[in-house]
T-cell receptor
Framework: GENVEQHPSTLSVQEGDSAVIKCTYSDSASNYFPWYKQELGKGPQLIIDIRSNVGEKKDQRIAVTLNKTAKHFSLHITETQPEDSAVYFCAASMGNTNAGKSTFGDGTTLTVKP | GAVVSQHPSWVICKSGTSVKIECRSLDFQATTMFWYRQFPKQSLMLMATSNEGSKATYEQGVEKDKFLINHASLTLSTLTVTSAHPEDSSFYIC??????????FGEGSWLTVV
């Protein structure tokens, strides 16, 4: 089955700096890669996703890049703010089959220091 | 984005009783919903995949007689924890899959068994 590894497990940055979280996956058939932000005591919130026919996607301060050959994808947050502090999860799935059953990374706890 | 609502957000029950958690897709029809369990500072653990009108598919190690899942309509899935014990105390989260297999999560339900 699919295996997703996420690094780093914790990340601390100064407000205004950039943050990068990386994930690797094992199944080359995976074609849908979402990123979720989870605040304490709440469910994960989809913040950005990318499909395998695209190499990069950007939404304001958030961007995701995908390297299918190397089987890794990354989340980039620029101009970080204290409210970006949360746990971030990456996931991989075969988005066109199996109704989106995803394999999740272990999460990255991001702390943005004011 | 799409909205998935979970109810209740928190519940306390006595050992030996059963408790039901509801998951609703508010603005879309979800043929597939997923139920997860999350322990503190850990990733999401998939418990089962719930398909409308058919039996749920449980992950290995998850007791189907203890965690009853019903997906009676395209907008509602329920998880019933039967004969609850303190070790069942956890954060339970549902998600629903839209057309194109984008997955949205509910807000989560905290279960405490006393």
């Amino acid at each position: 089955g699919e295996n997703v590894e996420q690094h780093p497990s914790t990340l601390s940055v100064q407000e205004g700096d950039s943050a990068v979280i990386k994930c690797t996956y094992s199944d080359s058939a995976s074609n849908y890669f979402p990123w979720y932000k989870q605040e304490l005591g709440k469910g994960p919130q989809l913040i950005i996703d990318i499909r395998s026919n695209v190499g990069e996607k950007k939404d304001q301060r958030i961007a995701v890049t995908l390297n299918k050959t190397a089987k890794h994808f990354s989340l980039h947050i620029t101009e970080t703010q204290p409210e970006d502090s949360a746990v971030y999860f990456c996931a991989a799935s075969m988005g066109n089959t199996n109704a989106g059953k995803s394999t999740f990374g272990d999460g990255t706890t991001l702390t943005v220091k004011p | 984005g799409a909205v998935v609502s979970q109810h209740p957000s928190w519940v306390i029950c006595k050992s030996g009783t059963s408790v039901k958690i509801e998951c609703r897709s508010l603005d879309f029809q979800a043929t597939t919903m997923f139920w997860y369990r999350q322990f503190p500072k850990q990733s999401l653990m998939l418990m089962a995949t719930s398909n409308e009108g058919s039996k749920a598919t449980y992950e290995q190690g998850v007791e189907k007689d203890k965690f009853l899942i019903n997906h009676a309509s395209l907008t509602l899935s329920t998880l019933t924890v039967t004969s609850a014990h303190p070790e069942d105390s956890s954060f339970y989260i549902c998600s629903a899959s839209t057309t194109g297999n984008t997955i949205y999560f509910g807000e989560g339900s905290w279960l405490t068994v006393v």
